[in-house]
């Protein structure tokens, strides 16, 4: 079965400076999807970042980034500038098409980023 | 496009009582899938819906049960309530192959 493994439950990082959240997951599949989702205090989660794991280059939206290593199974996130508002919980999702062509989702338990004025 | 909605917001209910949830999803978006969020633990999956069918389910006891009509919208009833059951539950709405589109949550209180 597939794992998804975030093992910082809690991180903080002064503002302007750069930080990285870890994700470990375990899967057999070739083909599948991985997701970065913010959910700020008392907020709606919203998706930060994607990645296809068909594609090597690694997917970035302007202050986040991402690791993909496929081979390690990783796929860390790196924010660059922090910024108060990336204050969040910040979740590492994994998404494949099973064996009867439904799509499952597979969530962490999270990180607890806070960004320190 | 309006975002995902859920109502109510929040609820308080005893052990024992049941209590239904209620999720609209993005507009042209067939697939509703359910989470229980609790400090800790994450997102737990609940079950997901496809064009009123049950696709895949989580690991939860048969208290736990949904269901969609087919203009997308979709329920979830917990009955027999536990303590336990307290949580966000959130929605969330997705295209085929996409990323999922979260609701605001429903904050349940079991006393």
């Known amino acids: 079965a597939q794992t998804v493994t975030q093992s910082q439950p809690e991180m903080s990082v002064q503002e302007a400076e750069t930080v990285t959240l870890s994700c470990t997951y375990d899967?057999?599949?070739?083909?599948?999807?991985l997701f970065w989702y913010k959910q700020p205090p008392s907020r709606q989660m919203i998706l930060v970042i994607r990645?296809?794991?068909?594609?090597?280059q690694n997917a970035t939206e302007n202050r986040f980034s991402v690791n993909f290593q496929k081979a390690a199974k990783s796929f860390s996130l790196k924010i660059s500038d922090s910024q108060l508002g990336d204050t969040a919980m910040y979740f590492c999702?994994?998404?494949?098409?099973?064996?009867?062509?439904?799509?499952?989702?597979?969530f962490g338990t999270g990180t607890r980023l806070k960004v320190l004025a | 496009k309006a975002g995902v909605t859920q109502t109510p917001r929040y609820l308080i209910k005893t052990r024992g009582q049941q209590v239904t949830l209620s999720c609209s999803p993005i507009?042209?978006?067939?697939?509703v899938s359910w989470y229980q969020q609790t400090p800790g633990q994450g997102l737990q999956f609940l079950f997901e819906y496809f064009s009123e069918t049950q696709r895949n389910k989580g690991n939860f006891p048969g208290r736990f049960s949904g269901r969609q009509f087919s203009n997308s919208r979709s329920e979830m009833n917990v009955s027999t309530l536990e303590l336990g059951d307290s949580a966000l539950y959130l929605c969330?709405?997705?295209?085929?192959?996409?990323?999922?589109?979260f609701g605001p949550g429903t904050r349940l209180t079991v006393l």
């Open positions: 969330a709405s997705s295209q085929r192959n996409n990323e999922q589109f």
């Open positions: 899967t057999s599949e070739n083909n599948y999807y």
């Open positions: 999702a994994f998404m494949d098409e099973t064996t009867s062509g439904t799509y499952k989702y597979i």
């Open positions: 990645q296809e794991a068909y594609k090597q």
């Open positions: 507009s042209g978006h067939r697939s």
